[in-house]
């Protein structure tokens, strides 16, 4: 079988603000949708400290679990502002295909070489998570790290990049 | 169908080298079955792109300095079929080095008529085309006297979340190659040729720029034996 004569993949950089933020980036869904959420989270280094070079990507189902529908954009970019912070607004995803409900999330940052891509569980679906194939092929601790915990107007995802409490990565 | 692994044309995400990869490498990535989030994408290619999105030169009062040049290429898969509609974006230095961005303090002047953002949409053919202006070497603290050779940043999407790619474009024969640890984290020197454009004389513009050719290739789907 051939090689793969694929491109490779460099960092972003420090400097991708210049190119990669939108204006409407954060807005999966417009403002005022039915049942508009804020996923936040803070994306942390291996020391602890929050990075302010960051972005995070998501790609989701709409809220009946289809992907692509027409006039869902279910794509949400943020860049980290300067306390590691991003904030993405959208609506809950429905499940899709024999999967919980859930999240795709890429994660990009001056010193990651590619990025990283892990996923958002949602605290409250405990009963549809325990049926989900990806999260039962992870341990205990690591099942936990991507579950999103409710909060006020929405749910909050912390990403750590390295350390004890390291989010769980996939090879995708 | 699934997109086949690649991880051989990419970078380790630990590299001693390029010292901010340190405190930022998770431990380890863990296996995932591709499903229908994995295997669908966003359709960016819908969203309104301005006229002149794609020239990086007519965004101020007067043309840029530096040398105007045309990047052109093709978006397309591992095995060679094109990917028509995929959003591309560029961000780059000006022609001195020069990034406008508040962290950058490399005493290189700014260009008012440089912002350094592109962005297009693949043709039917998977097709791209930006006008800009070679950006400038600048020195960066990685290690003593480090620099980066003249790069552009690209971002592509595709067909698929798994196709997602963000990577580098750089010059043929830039003597910063062999001292460039972000360069040199591709260790395949096969795969480093992969992200250096092409001097591209027939698509040059007579006498008004130069043109490089830029083709950058996605994972393709897993090939099926025997058929």
Redesign the interface.
């Known amino acids: ?1 051939s ?18 933020p939108w204006g409407d980036g954060p807005d999966v869904v417009p403002d005022g949708s039915e049942g508009a959420i804020w996923l936040r989270g803070t994306v942390f ?3 602890g ?1 929050p ?1 302010p ?1 960051a972005m995070i ?1 998501t ?3 709409d809220p009946d679990g289809h ?2 529908t027409p006039g869902f ?3 949400g970019r943020s860049p980290t502002d300067a306390t590691g912070a991003w904030a993405i607004h959208t609506v809950k995803p429905g499940a ?2 024999g ?1 919980a409900p ?1 999240i ?1 999330v ?1 994660v ?10 892990t ?1 958002i569980y949602f605290a409250d679906e405990a009963e549809s998570n325990v049926a989900d ?2 999260l039962a ?2 341990d205990e601790a ?1 099942r936990a790290t991507l579950v999103a915990a409710r909060e006020e107007d929405g749910y909050r995802f912390d990403v750590r ?2 350390g004890p409490d ?7 | 169908m699934r997109f ?10 630990d ?1 001693e080298g ?1 010292r ?19 295997l ?5 290619g819908e969203r309104p792109l301005g006229e002149h999105d794609h020239d990086l030169t007519v965004h101020g009062q007067a043309e840029p300095l530096g040398e105007r040049i045309i990047v052109h290429g093709q978006v397309r898969e ?1 095995g060679g079929r094109a990917v028509p509609g995929t959003l591309v ?5 000006n022609a001195c080095g020069r ?3 508040a ?2 303090q490399h005493p290189a002047p700014l260009d008012p008529n440089f ?5 297009c949409v693949t043709d039917a053919e998977g097709r791209f085309r930006f006008i800009t202006i070679k950006p400038g070497a600048y020195p960066w603290g990685n290690h003593p006297n480090a620099w980066r050779p003249q790069h552009i ?1 690209f ?1 592509v999407f595709g067909r698929a ?2 196709q ?5 474009m750089y010059f043929p024969g830039d003597p910063l190659f062999e001292y460039d640890p ?1 360069f040199n ?2 260790r395949d020197p096969n ?2 040729e ?2 250096i454009c092409a001097f591209d004389l027939s698509s040059t513009r007579p006498d008004w720029a130069l043109a490089y050719r830029f083709d ?5 789907p897993e ?1 099926t034996p025997f058929e």
């Open positions: 079988m090689v793969p004569q694929t491109t490779p993949s460099q960092t972003v950089g420090p400097y991708f603000s210049i190119g990669l280094d291996g020391a400290e990075i070079d990507e790609w989701q189902a992907y692509g954009r279910g794509f899709a295909s999967q859930h795709a890429a990009f940052a001056r010193g990651l070489l590619k990025h990283l891509f996923r194939p990806v092929g992870l690591l990049l390295q390291e989010t769980a990565f996939f090879a995708v | 086949r692994r690649d991880e051989d044309s990419h970078p380790p995400l590299f390029y901010s990869t340190r405190l930022r490498h998770p431990s380890q990535l863990r296996p995932l079955t591709q499903t229908e989030t994995e669908t994408a966003p359709r960016l591992d974006e560029i961000w780059q230095a990034y406008l961005h962290g950058d912002q350094g953002a592109g962005r940043h971002s979340y798994t997602r790619l963000v990577t580098q972000i984290s591709v795969a480093r992969r992200m950058i290739v996605l994972r393709g090939e």
